[in-house]
């Protein structure tokens, strides 16, 4: 583990559990652990000039009493959806990308979680997968917290990976912006298991993405991985202007296709930055010194976002679009938070249902 925590929190009720027992077993004696009787009110209450920083370093070990299983936060009837369901195993993130959307979604809880009781949510998976058999479901780690990050610390990620190789129907994905994966590399994942990164312009990563693996790196990790027999994918989400931007991304995705061969790639999302405008207040205040994040010069857009001007945003979607064709004609890709307009003006075609393409990427 990389990353720097102050203080672990444990719930009473949890300091038994096989996992609170494994993470306390693998911290170094330097962390204070204290134990307390609600995790909740330790996760709400952080105090200083910047409460969502500290919450990254103060981690709390506790039982989740909502389900696991939930659609994608990013889901509505207004985008062309990919039918894509989180699994929240754990919530905040030890990494601090000046765009994430979390700074909003977590500003009221920020602490970093990890759930205890995680084995009931292979209740709701078993549930998921035996009511639907005919069907095929994405189900990600990666939404609320790095799928990665911290699995040297907790080891879920074997767990998870044996449970969804029993069930021919849900497919796991684990995303993150690291390339921590000796965990991964121990294990057989049959060709079933789908590891998907982030993927930034070094001009980005630079400016935006702290804590965070190089875009180098995490190509390297995703090579690697498709060598010890996983299926991988890629987000270019948010895919930003700035000056030079169509030249970075570009040359991102040379380098991308230079070191994995684009037909063992299962897909790559798209999504340019897409911020509220209270996210977008929280990330001026709280980075900057980020010039490509201050420098931005969005429009609010009907949906009530700040995104980049619709001319220049179908321009950077139709470019990468035009270089993934480029790279092979069946290559999957597809828009994130976008309307169904806006994808058929980029990809050209009419896109699928949710269910349909969930049922897509599922499969590929
Ligand atoms: S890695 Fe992802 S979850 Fe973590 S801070 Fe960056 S955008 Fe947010």
């Given amino acids: 583990m990389k990353f720097r925590l102050d203080a672990v929190y444990v719930e009473e009720q949890v300091r038994t559990s096989a996992l609170c027992r494994r993470v306390l077993a693998r911290l ?76 909003e979604y977590l500003a ?22 035996r009511t639907n058999p005919k069907r095929h479901f994405r189900i990600g780690t990666g939404e609320l917290a790095d799928s990665l990050a911290f699995d040297t610390l907790t080891g879920i990620c074997p767990d998870l990976i044996e449970f969804f190789l029993r069930h021919e129907n849900l497919r796991l994905e684990l995303k993150t912006k690291t390339d921590e994966i000796d965990n991964l590399l121990r294990l057989d994942p049959k060709g079933r298991v789908l590891v998907s990164w982030t993927l930034s312009p070094m001009r980005v990563f630079e400016s935006c993405e702290r804590g965070t693996a190089l875009p180098s790196a995490r190509i390297e990790a995703a090579s690697r991985l498709v060598e010890a027999g996983y299926r991988v994918a890629f987000h270019l989400d948010p895919i930003i202007p700035y000056p030079g931007a169509f030249e970075d991304y570009r040359e991102l995705l040379n380098a991308l296709f230079d070191a994995v061969d684009p037909l063992k790639i299962s897909f790559i999302s798209l999504g340019t930055l897409r911020m509220t405008p209270r996210l977008r207040a929280i990330a001026r205040t709280r980075h900057p010194q980020d010039a490509i994040l201050i420098g931005g010069e969005e429009v609010l857009s009907p949906d009530g976002r700040y995104r980049p001007f619709y001319p220049l945003r179908l321009k950077l979607y139709r470019a990468i679009s035009e270089q993934i064709r480029a790279a092979h004609p069946k290559l999957v890709h597809y828009l994130c938070m976008e309307s169904p307009e806006t994808a058929e003006r980029v990809l050209g075609s009419r896109v699928p249902k949710p269910a349909a393409l969930g049922e897509l990427l599922a499969t590929t």
């Fill in 108 to 129: 009221d809880n920020p602490a970093f979680q990890i759930y205890t009781n995680y084995e009931q949510a292979f209740d709701e998976l078993e549930r998921l997968s």
């Fill in 28 to 103: 170094g004696p330097e962390v204070p652990v204290h134990f307390v009787t609600d995790g909740r009110e330790v996760a709400r209450t952080l105090d200083g000039p910047d409460p969502f920083a500290a919450g990254k370093r103060r981690l709390v070990l506790m039982k989740r009493r909502a389900p696991f299983l939930t659609a994608c936060p990013a889901a509505s009837a207004q985008f062309a959806c990919c039918g894509y369901l989180v699994l929240i195993l754990a919530s905040n993130c030890p990494m601090d990308c000046s765009y994430c959307f979390l700074q």
